[in-house]
């Protein structure tokens, strides 16, 4: 499985972004799918989660009703929808996939900037 992202750029602080992972691959083998973000100078934090199948979410509390995360199966992408950035929002956002509930994966990395 390989999963590449895409969507990251710079943006004012109110506004909003649409990243994307897209997978190749093995992508039948993939359950959860995940973000996470590193500022410069911080350790790598999650920011949301989806399940296979129900597709359940769960956030981070930074994050909990700005953000929201979905997934399209037929399209093998996941997305990362980003309202009312804030300039603490800047980071390098990583895409990653459990595949075959035994290891994970992780993408590039996509450069969202939020200027005040």
């Known amino acids: 499985v390989q999963l590449v992202e895409s969507g990251g750029g710079l943006v004012q602080a109110g506004g909003s972004l649409r990243l994307s992972c897209a997978a190749s691959?093995?992508?039948?083998?993939?359950?959860?799918m995940g973000w996470y973000r590193q500022a410069p100078g911080k350790e790598r934090e999650l920011v949301a989660l989806?399940?296979?199948?129900?597709?359940?979410?769960n956030y981070a509390d930074s994050v909990k009703g700005r953000f929201t995360i979905s997934r399209d199966n037929a399209k093998n992408t996941m997305y990362l929808q980003m309202n009312s950035l804030k300039p603490e929002d800047t980071a390098v956002y990583y895409c990653?996939?459990?595949?075959?509930?035994?290891?994970?994966?992780w993408g590039q990395g996509t450069q969202v900037t939020v200027s005040s």
């Open positions: 990653n996939a459990l595949v075959q509930n035994y290891y994970w994966v």
């Open positions: 691959g093995s992508t039948f083998s993939i359950n959860n």
């Open positions: 989806i399940t296979n199948g129900a597709g359940s979410t």
